[in-house]
């Protein structure tokens, strides 16, 4: 499958958010070519503002895996991480983080450029029209 | 009760960490003069990179109070906390954070020094020492 298959997946996680009253971030972690977890935003649901679709999904690959470190792992999310996130995806060692839409106002790379781990290879901005219209649509509807 | 008195319950924590075999960090969260959550670091016994202390003292203390922030919060945690732990920490506005000893090699304030709220007041140093041994004497058993 190719990195817009993948944020496809992605994106289905995030539309689920969005229908929940969850701000509509999605998350899938790929390792040898198989979904090992499949997250959305719940932070509304569960109370806590650490339940972002990347720290779940990076707890159930590990529980998939039976191991904390994903080094053969790649991360599709809809919205650039924020510096929580990333910070997380710096201890799991992620080999690659593949992102949609950037977030000037919480992404890492505006608060914490260097929270990533050395080795972790990004690329940003797959369907990343698609990822930021459901976060502006999102927003639009709230106010 | 004192800084102090609540670090020693951070502490306990620490120490508990250290018997089962984990990063010995200890984190409470206190609210009105009340400890409302006590963790400490299960990253091997969950196999997860996020179960740091202040991951799940913020869950844990969220839960407490029914609701995500925990802006008349004081976080004490035995070891200044990590990039994750530091952007957790900013999502759930907590209005103080007193940490233990430095952590010159993951700690936040040297690769994401602006990742904490605003409105966040740091004390650093408070036990620096017995914190610090408490981690020295643990990395110092393992070699």
Known sequence: MTDQEYMQKALIEAKQAFEEGEVPVGAV???????????HNLTERLTDVTAHAEMQA???AANALGGKYLTDCTLYVTVEPCVMCAGALAWAQLSRIVYGASDPKRGFSVFAPNALHPRTEVTEGV???ECANLMKDFFQRRR
Chains 1, 2 share one sequence.
């Open 58 to 60: 990076i707890t159930a």
């Open 29 to 39: 972690i790929v390792c040898r070519d198989r979904i090992i977890a499949r997250a």
């Open 127 to 129: 369907l990343a029209e």
